[in-house]
């Protein structure tokens, strides 16, 4: 079993949606959880950085951390084209472990 | 403020010859990291320093691979001899203490 799992996708949805992106852990000592964004042939770019349990949210994108289920997620209200992109989680204590990445795309 | 910085942006050679790729970390961060992604495994971590000093590096495929970090703004991953096995996007990344990483936009080798 993976130290971080998620669903690869690919994942479509209309201008507008909602979208759920979702990462399930093994690692009870993980500490720091964060969703990067990576557009096509870029590096990937934090999004959101969350430490405790709740919600984080930031204009559109709101991240969820639930420690005692070992579940993340990263909503996205009103998506855009713009949106489309792979997104990762990742999580960290001592060392950082990535996600696979989901790929979205936003369709017009 | 300038993000991390990698060169080259492409790079394209033969199986065999010697690849030598670059990175500039963010000024003041004390962590960086050097990752592959490719499709079939995504993002792995090969090495990592901590203030100029290798700390981890057993993602490091093979003797193949080797890395440096001279000093606090330069580091270096080099591939000899590379093998087209070895074709993938190089990230490197750069942090401040546990702070989450920042990434460079990665050198897109081939090896032919």
């Known amino acids: 079993q993976k130290e971080v799992e998620q669903d690869p996708g690919p994942l479509s949805v209309p201008e507008g949606a909602i979208v759920s992106l979702n990462c399930t852990y093994s690692?009870?000592?993980?500490?720091?959880f964060m969703w990067y964004r990576q557009y096509s042939r870029k590096g990937p770019e934090l999004l959101m950085y969350?430490?405790?349990?709740g919600n984080k949210e930031d204009g559109r994108f709101t991240a969820q951390v639930d420690k005692s289920s070992k579940y993340i997620s990263l909503f996205i209200r009103d998506s855009q084209p713009s949106d489309s992109a792979t997104y990762l989680c990742?999580?960290?204590?001592?060392?950082?472990?990535f996600g696979a990445g989901t790929r979205l795309t936003v369709k017009p | 403020d300038a993000g991390v910085i990698q060169s080259p942006r492409h790079e394209v050679t033969e199986m065999g010859q010697e690849v030598t790729l670059r990175c500039k970390p963010i000024?003041?961060?004390?962590?960086l990291f050097w990752y592959r992604q490719t499709m079939m495994r995504g993002l792995e971590l090969l090495i990592y320093f901590n203030n100029n000093v290798p700390i981890d590096d057993s993602g490091m495929p093979e003797d193949r691979f080797s890395a440096k970090m001279p000093n606090a703004s330069f580091s270096t991953l080099k591939i000899q001899p590379s093998e087209p096995r070895d074709s993938a996007v190089y990230f490197c990344?750069?942090?401040?203490?546990?702070?989450?990483?920042?990434f460079g936009d990665g050198t897109r080798l081939s090896i032919l």
């Open positions: 000024s003041g961060h004390d962590y």
């Open positions: 990742a999580m960290n204590n001592n060392d950082m472990r």
């Open positions: 990344a750069s942090s401040s203490g546990n702070q989450p990483q920042h």
């Open positions: 690692n009870s000592a993980f500490q720091y």
């Open positions: 969350t430490y405790s349990s």
